[in-house]
């Protein structure tokens, strides 16, 4: 079974611009949670979708936001781009009413110049 | 708000020798508690969590209350043990987790 599948692998912006990160969650998942994992910071909670519907979200700023699919996959857009976005952005999904166990992608790493 | 320290960021242990990993949470209710674990080269995943009270790869970890601590621990550490773990916290209706900074574990040979 394919697990949970992130793209792109990498990607380079500057100052300013915008990123989109794209998360198709494992087949059965309707929760889909979004982490940051800045270099020394650990794991800081970003956003949760469930059933297409925002359902809680991490102390980030508004430029942070996301969306859920009617297929259950995600997207996640930062806007006006800081360098300290510069980390790796982990997408992880689980059963409804989470969370249970979250079952990891491998992760987009957005590098800001 | 809920937190999670794991107060040790390093943590190198020879292989034979147990090992404890420390996690100590605030919250005031009734959390539900995680251990995940980040192998080198693959993908942070679910080593156990304190409700299914089962040992996993010869891991356990107990919820104490009291202490408001969730260590794990092995009695004889392995080398394929040396990973990246993450404790992790539930707390109902709030429905998000959240992680401690992470313990490193090497074990030696």
């Known amino acids: 079974e394919a697990g949970v599948t992130q793209s792109p692998t990498h990607l380079i912006k500057t100052r300013g611009q915008q990123a989109t990160l794209r998360c198709s969650p494992i087949?059965?998942?309707?929760?889909v949670y979004w982490y940051q994992q800045a270099l020394g910071l650990g794991l800081q909670f970003l956003l949760w979708?469930?059933?297409?519907?925002?359902?809680n979200r991490g102390n980030f700023p508004p430029r942070f936001s996301g969306r859920q699919f009617p297929n259950y996959s995600s997207e996640l857009n930062v806007n006006a781009l800081e360098l300290e976005d510069s980390a790796l952005y982990l997408c992880?999904?689980?059963?409804?009413?989470?969370?249970?166990?979250?079952?990891f992608g491998e992760g987009s790493r957005l590098t800001v110049l | 708000a809920q937190r999670v320290t794991q107060p040790e960021k390093l943590l190198s242990v020879f292989k034979g020798a147990p090992v404890e990993l420390k996690c100590n949470y605030s919250?005031?209710?009734?959390?539900?508690l995680f251990w995940y674990v980040q192998y080198s080269r693959q993908r942070l995943q679910l080593l156990l969590r304190?409700?299914s009270r089962e040992s996993i790869k010869g891991f356990t970890a107990d919820l104490n209350k009291g202490e408001t601590s969730f260590h794990l621990k092995k009695p004889f550490a392995q080398e394929e043990d040396s990973a990246m773990y993450y404790c992790?916290?539930?707390?109902?209706?709030?429905?998000?987790?959240?992680f401690g900074a992470g313990t490193t574990v090497t074990v030696r040979a």
């Open positions: 919250y005031s209710g009734s959390p539900e």
């Open positions: 087949s059965g998942h309707t929760s």
């Open positions: 304190h409700i």
């Open positions: 992790a916290l539930s707390t109902h209706g709030d429905y998000k987790l959240s």
């Open positions: 979708y469930d059933e297409g519907e925002e359902r």
């Open positions: 992880a999904s689980s059963f409804p009413r989470g969370p249970g166990e979250l079952f």
